[in-house]
């Protein structure tokens, strides 16, 4: 007998027409907005009796409406089991398109002839055909639905819809491999599909009045139709409260004076920015959105209260702060002069007692500042369990390349470590980069495809500062790039995943990238994928990046 492997509670509440949804990071959605409601408890139990008559062998419930016919031109990169499939000819768009009700997608070539689509009350679940039919019914790779009210949040669900009156539309993915995984060619197959299902979504439409699409894209997307308690904000950072506030001004095509809002949501899909910041009405915005504005701002407030640190204090000030939590006050003052000789000195002083700071010498065998910041220094609180509170210096850098000191007190002064770039709000395009657990996040350049900033991150270990291999790096959202052609990307990081293309338009943004090899690229359209880059040359295309996107730059 064939190995099952079924996701009962994924594949159960498909049938049964339910699910829910992401988050910040990212995604938020409305996974955050909701709570447990009774239908989620009449749609639990239908899946525990669903999975009670499968465990029982009884005859499954589901109608099987049938298979989407055709064959397929295998030609991405890396499928090699597609090899030996008959069939070469490209299938049209009317053969991949599907629609049910309300929903339509389009899906990709390789899927034609290889689902099975299974229609329930409030929408529709897709199977891989292979597993369907040869392993009881498995293999499922995603579906939709609709309801009236918000459900729990569980991974795997994303709303990716909202209409004024209140419908929300979401997306069920696996949260594990339900397909045949003895076959190794069904199980490559499987795989390939569940890659894909990001281009499945981005092709949904719904044909209902007042519909808003994307909303994966908000962190709340539903802040205009439901209200947000007080309890869904617990726990969140003032960056994602901030975030979750100016959405609401950004769905009715406010412009912002803040650049990393602005191009924050520039690159939103649903966003279509026309109105200046003084231009705005308040009257655009309906009840449920003011008091949810209301909300949040008290959210900002509570955690400003629980959270008050980072404190900047001007050269001329003299803080005072207890370092070192012994209940006592410190005294803190920095200075910065330059003496005849040309020479600059920094100097810290703590309880009276000086300390020349820019020389990093005599702490550790460090470059010393090169272009320190003279008019302030900050307070941090790095990791708020510990009591301990840290002294920041800052210097500008040469080329645009600045960094935070850091420094502690305890009867002398230690110096603990630095992070490339300034984490402080002020100085950070808005952005407060630490989280209060001892991790700290700022932007600094970097050379891929074109000179940006992206995001480092350190971690304060209980005595010194590390950076952190991450592995990947978010883009500060910066300014559109015009896709000149259409471009071959990848699914996933990985030269053997599923292909999509990226259609040629006007406005693409970088996401991210591991800072050798791969960049995440976005387009306004809602397309996104893994472009693999090598010696500058756009892979896929065989191109200097520079044919392919407009006005890409590098410093110095």
Known sequence: MKKKTVLFLAIGLLLTGCGTEDALSRQAGSSRETEEMSEAETILDSVREETAEQEAGREESGEVKGAIKGEVKGKAEGEAVREAEEGSRETSLEERQYTWQEYTIILPEEWVGRCVMEEHESGFSIYQQASYESNDRTGFVCGFFRTQEPVEYDHGKLIVA???????????????VPCDT???????????????????????????????????????????????APAMLEGLSDNTLWIAKNEIYARHGRQFSNSYLQQYFNRCTWYKGEIPPQEFQESALCETEKENLQILAAAEKEYDRQHPYPKKYQASETASEDLDGDGTADTVSYQVAEQENGEILCVLTVNGESCIVNDLSHFLSEQGMTNPTVGCFYITDILETDGILEIAVLDEGPSEDPVTYFFQYNGTLTYIGQIAGFPFEDMNWGINGFNGYGGITAYSQADMLETAFVQN??????????????????????????????LPVYCEMDETSAMTVLPAQEEVYFLGTDLRSWVLVKGKDGNQGYLFVEDGNVMGLDKPAEEVFSGLQFSG
């Open 162 to 176: 909202y209409t004024e009156d209140g419908t929300l539309y979401y997306l069920v993915q696996p949260t594990d």
């Open 182 to 228: 003895e076959d190794e060619k069904i199980a490559g197959e499987y795989i390939r599909m569940c890659q894909q299902v990001p281009q499945v979504k981005t092709s949904l439409q719904i044909a209902a009045p007042g519909v808003h699409g994307y909303a994966d894209e908000y962190l709340f997307s539903t802040s205009s139709v439901f209200g947000l």
């Open 457 to 486: 991150s350190c971690w304060y270990d209980g005595s010194r500062i590390v950076s952190l291999d991450q592995g990947w790096y978010d883009y500060l959202p910066s300014s559109a790039h015009k896709l000149y052609e259409d």
